[in-house]
């Protein structure tokens, strides 16, 4: 299960700081609003700042807002681990009429919904570009056709120099209890499972033998 992670946002400017907020809620990322003169609680680990610099707040923890909720967020809480970005992404694909993404930094849930099939390519270009990763691996179900999109979308990985896609049958199991969330439908559910399908070494689920000793796995080919 995920540790609980306090991001503060300092609210200089209360537009800027409204389009942050609304993102934290989205991810369910609990936060404390600050402003001048306060000081940082000791349980936040990240600040977001809206409108200027904070005092007392160090570079190690303080995140600039640029217009970007949600690369501020996710810059946020890869800080709030203590690392500058995450070691490794992995994005869970369930290919349908509605899409289910889940994507799971580090061995935690950090999001799981669902889009139209018709905005798939974007959304999945745009977690290319926003979350901060050392690698990123896209794992999409063998239900999703080789539509015309989907090369492109690989080259682009390719030419990222830290991604890779992955389809990975798609065996249909409940995803362990550390990586469920309330709320969440049946499509980011499986989108869950298709993330974590080849195993994950987390504290809630540890890989196959045959994948930490380098054996490939059947059912699986990589672009």
Known sequence: MARLRYIGLFARNIKDAYSVIR?????????????????VPRHVRAVIGCGGAMEGVSGGRWVEYGG????????????????????????????????????IADGELIEAYAVP???????????????????ILFRIGTGMPMVDWMEGFALACS????ASVQFVDEGGEKPPTGFMRK???????????????????????RAPASR??????????SL
């Open 23 to 39: 993102e934290l809620r989205r991810l369910k990322v609990p936060f404390v609003l600050l402003g001048d003169g306060d000081k």
């Open 68 to 103: 970007d909720p949600r690369r501020a967020a996710l810059r946020a809480l890869s800080l709030a681990t203590g690392k500058l970005e995450f070691g490794e992404v992995i994005v869970g694909v369930d290919p349908g009429k509605r899409a289910g993404i889940a994507t």
């Open 117 to 135: 099939c018709e905005s798939l390519q974007r959304e999945l270009l745009e977690i290319l570009g926003v979350y901060p990763a050392s690698k």
């Open 159 to 162: 030419r990222s120099g830290n």
């Open 183 to 205: 709320g969440i439908g049946k499509d980011a559910k499986s989108a869950v499972s298709i993330a974590l399908s080849g195993g994950i070494t987390s504290r809630s689920r």
């Open 212 to 221: 930490r000793q380098g054996r490939p796995r059947p059912g699986a080919s």
